[in-house]
Each structure stands twice: as C-alpha cells, then as structure tokens.
C-alpha cells in the first residue's frame, strides 16, 4: 500500500510536534523559508591508473579507494509530498 502525505499534512503534523514537544504555537505557513530535509549522498573516489583511468577489479567493477558522506539539503515548499510504502498490515505470510 502507498502512503502519501501532502505538504499540508506534513506541515500539520509538524505544527502538532512543536505543539506537544515544545509548548510551541507556530504556522509553518507563516516561516520566512520553507523547511528543508537534510540527508546524506555517499561520493565514492575510485583508484586510478597514471593515465587518469579508473581501475578494474576482476569482475569489471571499480577498485574504491574511500568514500565520503556528503550532507545535502531539500527544500520542502509547499507544493511537496511524501510517499512511502508498506506491506499489508493484516497479512502473516
């Protein structure tokens, strides 16, 4: 089953949040910026030869030499939506 959330429901359920955690009466409506999700991107850097080629192991795959989490950001403005989805609930198998 999909599961979407559309922005006035996440905004909602934010304002419910600041409400109960934090005693706070805010209209995400009203903020100068919308929110932003922060999320991470791993960047890999794979070993070369002197020419600048990447090296190949055995099976053709790129050799990685370290990777690194790069923190990225994603606006939320309000025209945005969440979707998930999820086994159903009621079935054992």
């Keep these: 089953m999909q599961i979407k959330l559309n922005s006035w429901d996440i905004y909602e359920a934010f304002q419910d949040y600041l409400e109960k955690k934090y005693s706070l009466e805010i209209d995400m409506y009203d903020l100068e910026d919308c929110p932003y999700l922060e999320y991470y991107k791993v960047k890999y850097e794979y ?3 002197k020419n600048g080629k990447i090296k190949k192991d055995k099976d053709g795959l790129p050799i990685t030499k370290d990777q ?3 923190k990225k ?3 939320m403005p309000d025209d945005c939506s969440i ?3 999820i086994d159903n ?3 054992n198998a």
Excluded: R
């Design 47 to 49: 070993e070369k030869h």
């Design 73 to 75: 950001h994603a606006p």
């Design 83 to 85: 979707s998930f989805f």
């Design 68 to 70: 690194k989490y790069i």
């Design 89 to 91: 609930l009621g079935d």
